[in-house]
C-alpha cells in the first residue's frame, strides 16, 4: 500500500507544487504518492505560477504537469499525511477535520526543520524572483526530512 502525502497552500500555485515537485523527486513513486492542493478555489485547473515554474526548472524539476486544486474534506480519507505551508493553512485544514485522527495527519512543513517552532513558508506570490528561490531552498530541505522520514 502506498504512502499518500498532500501538501497544501492558500492558492496551489506557488509553494505546494514546489513541494509537491520536490517530495516527487526523492520518493519512490511505487511507494509514495505525492499530491497538492490549495485551501482556496481560485486557481482550479490552473497551471503553477510562472514564477515557481521557472525556479523548479532551474533545479532540474518539472512541475508543469500539476494543475490546481481545491483541498477537500476527503481529503483526509485519501492521505496519510497532510503538510500545510502557514498557519493560517493549518488553521483552515483543522476547521475541516471531522475526527482527532484526521487532524494529527495535518503538520506545518516547517516544523520539519525547526520542530515545534510553527514556523511558515513566506508567501511568494507578491514578491521577486528571489522569495521563490528561498521558499524552494526551505521546501527542498523540508522534503528532504520527510522522504526520509517515509521511507
Known sequence: ??????MVCLGNICRSPLAEGLLKSK????????DSAGTSNYHIGDLPDERSIVTAKKHGLDIT????????????DSFDYIFVMDKSNHADILSLARTEEEGKKVDLILNKIYPNEQKDVPDPYYG?????ENVYQM?????????QEIK
Do not use: Y
Not at 1 to 6: A, D, E, I, N, R
Not at 27 to 34: A, G, H, Q, T
Not at 128 to 132: D, L, N, R, S, V
Not at 139 to 147: G, P, S, Y
Open 1 to 6: 500500500m502506498k504512502t499518500k502525502v498532500l
Open 27 to 34: 520518493v519512490d513513486p511505487e511507494k509514495v504518492e505525492v
Open 139 to 147: 521546501l527542498d530541505q523540508a522534503t528532504d526530512i520527510i522522504a
Open 128 to 132: 521577486g524572483e528571489h522569495g521563490f
Open 65 to 76: 504537469d500539476q494543475r490546481g486544486r481545491q483541498f477537500s474534506v476527503e481529503d483526509f
